[in-house]
């Protein structure tokens, strides 16, 4: 289970190693950030909480009071993605399936894509899918996209058109598993990823 963020009757619990002025959240997304890094670079099944512990600087009590488990860790990575989705399934349910409707998914998709560390997140899904496939949290994004997806396209459309419909979304993803980092920096990845989107989009309905 996440522990929520500490309240004044449970200061006191705090690791000692924590100010009054630490603010827990940051403090929680500084140990995502080092835990991302470790499960990308090792892999999640060989990386430990006493190694993100230790990355960090702090005791493994001090991780404790903010993640129990590495599962815990995962579901807080993924949890505002599955949250980000509901969103914008939500919206989508209420536009009409025209082009600029489409065109419009893509570039909130791209815009909350772009806006954090969201690829590194992918990354680290996509090598370690062994590990993770049993978490329950990854089913439930899976099942998020799929949803997406079936508003983003039709079935009684030709099956070339829902092909590069689909593609629009992946292709967002695609850039930073198919370009190396040295060939292009992260703007040129975003810009390049949004550009075949929307020509993904524009092909499939010209």
């Known amino acids: 289970m996440i ?8 200061r006191a619990f705090a690791p000692e190693s924590e100010t009054t002025e630490d603010r827990p959240r940051d403090t929680r ?7 991302l ?26 991780l404790y009071y903010h993640f129990r488990t590495k599962e815990d860790i995962v579901a807080g990575m993924v949890a505002d993605r599955v949250a980000f989705l ?10 009409p399936k025209s082009m ?12 909350w894509l772009h806006g954090g ?7 680290f899904m996509e090598r370690n899918q062994t590990a ?3 978490h329950p949290l990854m089913g439930q994004t899976r099942l998020k ?10 079935s009684s459309d030709p099956l070339t058109v829902q092909l590069k419909r689909s593609l629009a979304l992946f292709a967002m993803h695609a850039v930073w598993f198919l370009l190396p980092e040295g060939d292009a920096n992260e703007a040129e990845r975003n810009e390049a990823s949004l550009k075949v989107a929307l020509e993904l989009i524009d092909a499939a309905d010209g």
Not at 3 to 10: A, G, I, K, L, Y
């Open 3 to 10: 522990m929520s963020e500490r309240t004044s009757t449970n």
């Open 29 to 35: 997304a500084r140990i995502q950030e080092i835990a």
């Open 37 to 62: 890094r470790l499960f990308t670079e090792q892999g999640y099944e060989a990386t430990s909480l006493r190694e993100i512990a230790e990355a960090l600087g702090v005791t493994k009590a001090a």
């Open 86 to 95: 509901d969103e914008l399934i939500e919206w989508a349910r209420e536009q």
């Open 100 to 111: 600029e409707s489409r065109r419009e998914i893509v570039r909130r998709y791209a815009d």
């Open 117 to 123: 560390r969201h690829h590194q997140v992918m990354r």
């Open 132 to 134: 993770l496939k049993d």
């Open 145 to 154: 996209m799929l949803t997406l997806l079936r508003l983003f396209t039709d």
